[in-house]
């Protein structure tokens, strides 16, 4: 029997909420191809690669303010501390997304052996979603006081 190594890659979008993960690829190549491919399909153009490596695990994470962040390591746990402690790093809160796990597989010597890949693409819609809210505190309008009014916009 011979080891088999399992390459993955996470690609996103600067508009994106969540990034797309590809697993099972015989080459660091393919791999990256496949995930840039799924991402620019869902959001036209614009993707770029966010990490890329071979058997492991990668840990995506989103910040309160929609930003993502992604880390790789050779186990699930150490995948999901890491890139919790690079967004604290960053003076940033995060909750985890998603976490992909490649391990290595096996087979006979002299087997012709292919990708075995899957696509973990965001759940849901990907879109980033934004908001703004406003209002006017203390203020006077001719001499009168404003009344407590927000405004929300989503």
């Given at each position: ?18 990034a797309w993960i590809a697993a099972g ?113 203390g203020a006077r309008l001719n001499g ?11």
């Amino acid at each position: 029997m011979r080891a088999i190594d399992n390459f993955y890659a996470a690609a996103w979008h600067q508009n994106s909420s969540d990034a797309w993960i590809a697993a099972g690829f015989r080459s660091k190549q393919r791999a990256e191809a496949a995930a840039m491919a799924a991402c620019n399909r869902v959001m036209g153009s614009g993707c770029s690669l966010a990490t890329s490596n071979v058997n492991g695990s990668v840990a995506i994470a989103r910040g309160v303010l929609g930003g993502l962040y992604a880390s790789d390591d050779a186990k699930k746990s150490g995948a999901q501390r890491r890139v919790l402690d690079y967004c604290r790093q960053k003076s940033d809160e995060c909750i985890l997304l998603n976490t992909v796990t490649a391990n290595p597989g096996q087979a006979p010597a002299n087997a012709r052996v292919g990708d075995t890949s899957e696509i973990f693409a965001p759940q849901g819609n990907p879109m980033r979603l934004h908001g703004a809210i406003a209002w006017i505190d203390g203020a006077r309008l001719n001499g009168r006081p404003w009344q407590p009014d927000v405004w929300l916009a989503g």
